[in-house]
């Protein structure tokens, strides 16, 4: 039994998943004719027809087993990567050269709130779709908390956590509109920051994106990105209360903005957006957010340092698809906790995270 390691256990599994899929693409393909001359070049008569039943009800069968098995094998292969992340690289490897494959570094500020561990766990769930991929997580706190740290070190993924508070003149109070203040700036930046001082140019491929927690996300954006030479963009919904706000794109050009508010901005763009080549950070090394702008020019005042409109790639089916939701999670009402205290009953257990 000492042999039995739970790595090996998982690679026989594995093997024997991929065994199973090797059998039923084989049995499938002997059902199947595979030119006229078998095919006898005739047409079914009524002697045929129960035969011919008879093969269309095996070959469903079939492709349904087919897709049983594949999706086994997404379990697996999720279960491996959240559990044993440091196995999981050498046994799941899709690509015969996954270093030309550039990376994606997405950039997530995050603060402590009811929902956080909820949507961080549903974002990362996500991310471990995704190939060639580090998640850079950034707390607004004076000291990383125990919650993101255990969340991400359980997560399968390659990742860096990071902290830094906002200053209190810069907090929105309870009651504030999400508007009034800007927000991650201090957060994005020491995301840029780890990026310019932990990779080198022309040694590592790949592209910057600032991924929010509370939004929602098509794995086909993430394979779009990749090939970003400086600046791509795209739709993104729900958000600026529209069904969506969009770079107008003629002729596979950038020419305006589709959105209600402040269109004559240089880049009238949500943070979900857009993602940029980190070549460019190197390029432009003291680019970053920045606080004192007016509002609603985050992005713009970034991506003046970078590009001109007119050097945008718009992907997304020149922008004609929406790939990125700004959907956000309605905040938790926890009213009835004070309740149950006023009323003698005990309340929720602290002690029990959420």
Known sequence: MGYLTPRRLLVFYFMALFMSLIYVIYSFASWCPNSFKEMNMRFPNDGDVNELQIRDKMIYEKNELLKLLQSRFQKVETNLRRLYPEVASEILEKDSNPN???????ITPTYTRPVQKAELIRLSQTFLHVRNFHWIVVE???R???LVENLLEHSGLEFTHLNVKTPDAWKLAPKDPNWLKPRGVLQRNLGLTWIRENLKKGANKGVLYFADDDNTYDLQIFEEMRGTKKVSVWPVGLVGKLRYESP?????????WHTYWMPERD???DMAGFAINIELLFDKPLVQFEYEVKRGYQETTLLRGFVTKEELEPLADNCRKVLVWHTRTEKADLRNEEKLKKY???PSDLTIEV
């Open 267 to 269: 880049f009238a763009l």
């Open 144 to 146: 990383k908390t125990k």
């Open 344 to 346: 003698g009953k005990p």
């Open 248 to 256: 107008i794109v003629v002729n596979g050009k950038v020419t305006g």
């Open 100 to 106: 030309d494959l550039p990376y994606i570094y997405a």
């Open 140 to 142: 607004d706190s004076d």
